[in-house]
């Protein structure tokens, strides 16, 4: 089960953290990943990260505003979001992957979060 938290509305401009809590898997043997779901578009990756953190992937409409890390004792991944856009709005999921590889691809992971709502006002 992933628990995703940190929904909120803010300027754009602002920052927000996203936290999303794992729990009946082993997570230290899970890839990580944070995608997004804008209204009337299709779901699209945001970021991943491995199972140690050493390797991360970020999509281009983010790269340098966002960093996801990961908390193996916490069982738990973040995404730190910075200079938020309007662009940026949108429902965040987070997802496990029971594999090694980092991946953009969301059909390649196995569990996901409920999600959580981030409005960005221009």
């Known amino acids: 089960q992933l628990q995703a938290s940190g929904r909120g509305l803010v300027q754009a401009g602002g920052s927000l953290r996203l936290s999303c809590a794992a729990s009946?898997?082993?997570?230290?043997?899970?890839?990580m990943g944070w995608f997004r779901q804008a209204p009337g578009k299709e779901r699209e990756f945001v970021a991943t990260?491995?199972?140690?953190?050493?390797?991360?992937d970020y999509a281009d409409s983010v790269k340098g505003r966002f960093t996801i890390s990961r908390d193996n004792a916490k069982n738990s991944v973040y995404l730190q979001m910075n200079s938020l856009k309007p662009e940026d709005t949108a429902v965040y999921y987070c997802?496990?992957?029971?594999?090694?590889?980092?991946?953009?691809?969301?059909?390649?992971?196995?569990?996901w979060g409920q999600g959580t709502l981030v409005t960005v006002s221009s």
């Open positions: 009946g898997l082993t997570f230290n043997k899970n890839v």
């Open positions: 997802a496990a992957r029971g594999r090694a590889s980092i991946i953009r691809l969301g059909s390649e992971y196995d569990y």
């Open positions: 990260i491995s199972w140690a953190g050493f390797n991360t």
